[in-house]
């Protein structure tokens, strides 16, 4: 069982740059980050497969957010630029236990980090 630690959310004005961080305790797979708003459902956001080849974002945050990882320091970031208030919410990391193709199983998820945009 791997414990996910997401870091680097915090509070920016509308336009500024957030990069966040999600260490895993050991080998992940695939990976996603998803975002939470406030009276809101969880939605994704992005992710990325296990050799970091395929990537997938969604249509609310192509062009400004991007996904990476490290594989040797078993880390996963989404740098997110261009922020807007409606992006404010809780982040997600989520990572599969198992190598696979998509639709990704999910078996880990981080505890979340706040983003706050300020307009």
């Known amino acids: 069982q791997e414990q996910l630690v997401e870091s680097g959310g915090g509070l920016v004005q509308s336009g500024g740059s957030l990069r966040l961080s999600c260490a895993a305790s050991?080998?992940?797979?695939?990976a996603g980050w998803f975002r939470q708003a406030p009276g809101k459902e969880r939605e994704f956001v992005a992710d990325?497969?296990?050799?970091?080849?395929?990537?997938a974002y969604a249509e609310s945050v192509k062009g400004r957010f991007t996904i990476s990882r490290d594989n040797a320091k078993n880390t996963v970031y989404l740098q997110m630029n261009t922020l807007k208030p409606e992006d404010t919410a809780v982040y997600y990391c989520?990572?599969?236990?198992?190598?696979?193709?998509?639709?990704?199983?999910?078996?880990?998820w981080g505890q979340g980090t706040q983003v706050t945009v300020s307009s």
């Open positions: 989520a990572a599969s236990a198992f190598i696979g193709a998509r639709p990704y199983k999910y078996d880990y």
């Open positions: 050991g080998r992940i797979y695939a």
């Open positions: 990325i497969s296990y050799r970091g080849i395929c990537t």
